[in-house]
């Protein structure tokens, strides 16, 4: 593979535009990456469907604790979110040996067949708790494996210039997917019970079936993984080890996503000591999680928008210092008029830091490798925040630390890692450059 670094002054971005109606779309941009078609299908039908998955993963936590006590609602939580981090890299393989476009529609379908199944389970007057927890367990490996696929095609679906928008639509989804979907939920429950809302939640896996079919994008990896089982299963962290600049990415996002997010999976802890919600179901805090949330959509939005054509590398950096700052302010406020301000500012940073680093990894890779190096951003992202948030617990009940040192400990982290996440340093285009590849 050669790599010929190409100056690329403002002046030239500013020229290098599609036309939208009578309106120019600069490149690279979240509007550019929706004027390709089958971006539009895939991200579209995956969004829907994610919203219905949100519905889903917030009601479930609740009928946990209904039919069982704490300890079950954590073992339901680590089915769903578990393998991601125990099957990720199988999945990684998979996504470079197989037919991209089968192997997603399976998973999919997988999914939305035991989601059919969990809601006769709770139809059920009296369910068995542990072939919920199974039927759980089989959705969230689906997930796991179906990951790294999704996005290893996301840069099939639009031009290479075009990405980091796409990139950054792809994050602004999982932000108002996790908002849209418990607004949703909540008044669907009183109107149709828990069970239908598990139903409507596998019936919206259709619409990414549906996306997955009709949009065109590159179903192989151009070079099949080759080696005995167990190389081709470390394959991709050996990969990511050696290259230089994949090696900082994950281990700013794994020390990221285990120390400085533990208040994301605590954030109940949070409301309640800090701010005095006791209900982690009201409506107070769901509008304060809810706010938080759309901070970090309008975050990923504002990567893929105002700031499409600022240096990732640079922007990440700079995020996380700005994200540390902000983590300590948050931990400290003990208003809630102020928690409304300072919560949204949090979600923005948080999600400029995750956009800025996919963005980078995203225009670094090659497509024959890329499967099995996104399993390690869906382990890095998906997979370690539930360790941390587990380790996070431990601290505050085992050892009584407070919520407020665990998110000091977080910012202080943070911080640390925007000193270390110099990203130009060890290979990323520096501003007014980007990146030809060759592949051979």
């Not at 299908?41 to 889903?56: A, E, K, R």
């Not at 149709?192 to 997955?212: D, E």
């Not at 706010?291 to 990732?312: C, D, M, P, Q």
């Amino acid at each position: 593979m050669q790599i010929r670094r190409v100056h690329d002054p403002e002046a030239d971005n500013a020229t290098d535009a599609i036309v939208d109606g009578d309106r120019a779309l600069k490149r690279g941009t979240a509007g550019a990456a929706l004027r390709h078609r089958d971006f539009r299908l895939v991200w579209g039908g995956t969004f829907l469907s994610n919203i219905g998955t949100w519905m889903q993963n917030v009601l479930l936590g609740a009928y946990a604790l209904k039919i069982g006590d704490a300890g079950y609602v954590g073992l339901l939580y680590f089915a769903q979110l578990g393998p991601l981090l125990f099957l990720s890299q199988i999945g990684g393989v998979v996504a470079d040996q197989v037919n991209r476009r089968r192997f997603l529609i399976t998973m999919q379908s997988l999914q939305m067949m035991f989601s059919f199944v969990l809601a006769g389970l709770v139809i059920a007057g009296h369910p068995d708790k542990t072939a919920i927890f199974l039927v759980v367990l089989a959705i969230g490996i689906a997930n796991a494996l179906n990951a790294p696929a999704m996005g290893a095609i996301l840069p099939t679906l639009v031009p290479r210039e075009d990405l980091p928008g796409a990139v950054s639509l792809q994050s602004v989804q999982m932000n108002l997917s996790r908002v849209i979907g418990p607004a949703l939920g909540a008044p669907l429950i009183g109107l149709f019970g828990i069970a239908s809302v598990f139903a409507i939640n596998a019936g919206t896996y259709m619409f990414a079936v549906a996306g997955l079919v009709l949009a065109r994008y590159d179903s192989h990896s151009p070079n099949p993984v080759q080696g005995k089982p167990l190389e081709k299963v470390l394959s991709g962290l050996k990969i990511s080890w050696h290259d230089r600049l994949l090696r900082r990415i994950f281990i700013t996002m794994f020390a990221f996503s285990f120390v400085s997010l533990m208040y994301v999976g605590l954030f109940p802890e949070v409301a309640k000591a800090n701010l005095g919600i006791a209900d982690p179901t009201g409506d107070t805090y769901f509008f304060l999680y809810a706010s938080w949330g759309l901070g970090a959509a309008f975050g990923a939005l504002t990567v893929g928008t105002f700031l499409a054509h600022h240096s990732k590398a640079v922007l990440a950096r700079w995020s996380l210092a700005a994200f540390a700052v902000v983590l300590a302010v948050f931990a400290l406020i003990r208003s809630l008029p102020l928690a409304f301000v300072v919560g949204p500012i949090l979600g923005f940073m948080y999600f400029v830091v995750i956009t800025s680093l996919s963005t980078v990894l995203q225009e670094h890779l090659t497509d024959d490798i890329r499967g099995r190096v996104m399993a390690l951003w869906i382990m890095s992202f998906g997979g370690t925040v539930p360790l941390g948030v587990f380790v996070g617990g431990w601290l505050i009940s085992g050892l009584g630390m407070t919520i407020t040192g665990v998110m000091i400990c977080g910012a202080v982290i943070a911080m640390l890692l925007a000193w270390f996440c110099d990203l130009i340093a060890v290979g990323a285009p520096a501003p007014g450059e980007h990146v030809d590849r060759q592949d051979h």
